[in-house]
């Protein structure tokens, strides 16, 4: 899509594994199946501009900082 056009993914940490996925009941978990135990977090960046999106263990709650 045009709108997100520049914007990068200079980092990705989920666990042990690039990736996140979420299961029936919204509990975050790395690719590999494995719960998270610690906040996920991608990093964007655009311009030279940053912005950390994070996804908390257990609840699923993502946070842009």
Do not use: C, M, N
Request: aromatic content about 10%.
């Amino acid at each position: 899509h045009a709108e997100y056009q520049g914007v990068a993914i200079a980092s990705v940490s989920f666990g042990a594994t690039p990736g996140v996925k979420f299961d029936f009941f919204g509990v975050p978990r790395d690719t590999g199946g494995t719960d998270l135990a610690a906040t996920g977090r991608v990093v964007l960046t655009y311009q030279g501009l940053s912005d950390t999106v994070e996804v908390a263990p257990g609840t699923g709650k993502v946070t842009v900082r």
